[in-house]
């Protein structure tokens, strides 16, 4: 009797289901008036939507870079005055003035590069006011720009300071014990 009644159970949800989903209406999306996206154009404004959000994350590291060439500057200032005293003292310094020297071409070549990437990311070629994509392959190609000025400013940077830093450590080492 059990299994009657279990049987009898399954099948009156089971008919039950099938006479809801066969008297519900259907629309089809072209009769409501809503048209899906095809993958094409869903993947067109993913890459919108992506350099769009690449454009501000350049942006972002074009004020960080900012305040690093800011930073450098006062680390010359600093090594000129390290310097300055240093030759007071009648200390040999040659070697740190020409680290200073390589170290100021470096960051004059690193400030070139920083307003060459500025120029370019403040212009928004291919992107409109607010940051988004307007022309596809402009806009790829100015985040390509973009980044490499960048990347160019980073590297130059980067070996003055690795430059100077060695340059200094090396003096230390050298000059340790003399005033």
Not at 119 to 132: E, R, Y
Request: a positive charge; aromatic letters at 4%.
């Amino acid at each position: 009797m059990k299994k009657i009644s279990r049987y009898l159970i399954i099948a009156l949800l089971v008919c039950s289901t099938l006479a809801l989903t066969a008297f519900t209406p259907f629309t089809s999306p072209q009769a409501t008036g809503v048209v899906a996206a095809t993958p094409k154009a869903q993947a067109g404004q993913r890459a919108a939507k992506n350099m769009a959000f690449n454009l501000q994350r350049e942006q972002n590291v074009l004020q960080r870079q900012q305040l690093h060439l800011t930073r450098a500057s006062q680390v010359a200032t600093k090594a000129q005055e390290l310097i300055a005293k240093a030759q007071g003292n009648g200390v040999n310094v040659d070697a740190l003035v020409k680290a200073l020297a390589d170290f100021n071409t470096k960051l004059s070549e690193a400030q070139k590069s920083h307003d060459q990437a500025a120029s370019i990311l403040n212009a928004k070629t291919g992107f409109d006011g607010s940051g988004n994509v307007t022309d596809p392959k402009a806009a790829h190609q100015t985040l390509l720009d973009g980044r490499d000025a960048l990347r160019q400013t980073h590297l130059s940077l980067a070996n003055g300071v690795l430059t100077l830093r060695t340059a200094v450590q090396n003096w230390r080492i050298q000059n340790k014990g003399k005033k």
